[in-house]
């Protein structure tokens, strides 16, 4: 009896240890994001990546609560994997904790900073940092480290003080982790693989600009 009493009181003081270390801003933040259930926009991209010359392309994404954003193109859209997660959905699929860190000013915006840590192996990154806007509590910037496609980090610009999803985007990621094949990067798109080659850190960035037509919200 007092084994199983002990026990009931290590797994509660565990599960209170973690519940306890998730940033209320963290909550309030996701809980606001999940408001919305859809949206349809138009995309257009920009992509700046030094070896690779590629005309802006335009495409159409969708997204719906619980699903995959889709995303509709004629040609061919050079897209990192986390490019459009715009929430924090991946972020807090699984068990994690967080760390504050402090704050920081960051692009003349006050950001309060924290390290957001999975407790389950299975989710796809191993630490990630965000910086929210104190002001205006939302989204600035996040930096992932993926266990698998590298790191991204993604800067958020809102049109409007009471804006949920972002009107402009800049993800910056490693080349090498994005594993789109080069040789075809869709029409106009030349490639200097000289340049390619010589460079010893592959990094890019693509700017992402959103023209919403439906925002649906609880």
Not at 21 to 45: C, E, G
Request: with cysteine.
């Amino acid at each position: 009896m007092r084994i199983s009493s002990y026990i009931g009181l290590l797994l509660w003081s565990i599960t209170s240890c973690f519940s306890q270390q998730i940033d209320k801003d963290i909550v309030a933040l996701k809980q606001r994001m999940d408001s919305v259930t859809f949206f349809n926009a138009k995309l257009n991209l920009k992509v700046d990546i030094s070896f690779i010359n590629m005309p802006e392309k335009q495409a159409t994404i969708t997204y719906s609560k619980g699903k995959r954003i889709k995303i509709d193109a004629d040609d061919f859209v050079l897209l990192p994997k986390r490019g459009l997660d715009f929430s924090l959905n991946s972020l807090t699929e699984y068990p994690y904790i967080t760390v504050d860190r402090g704050k920081e000013v960051k692009n003349g915006k006050l950001c309060k900073v924290l390290n957001i840590i999975p407790i389950d192996p299975k989710a796809d990154f191993s630490i990630a940092t965000v910086w929210l806007d104190e002001k205006t509590k939302r989204l600035h910037t996040t930096e992932i480290n993926t266990k698998k496609d590298g790191a991204y980090q993604m800067a958020m610009e809102y049109e409007k003080t009471k804006d949920v999803l972002p009107k402009k985007v800049a993800v910056s990621f490693e080349i090498e982790k994005l594993k789109i094949p080069v040789n075809f990067l869709g029409k106009g798109t030349t490639i200097d693989r000289k340049k390619m080659k010589v460079e010893a850190t592959k990094k890019g960035k693509i700017y992402l600009n959103l023209l919403y037509s439906t925002i649906k919200k609880i």
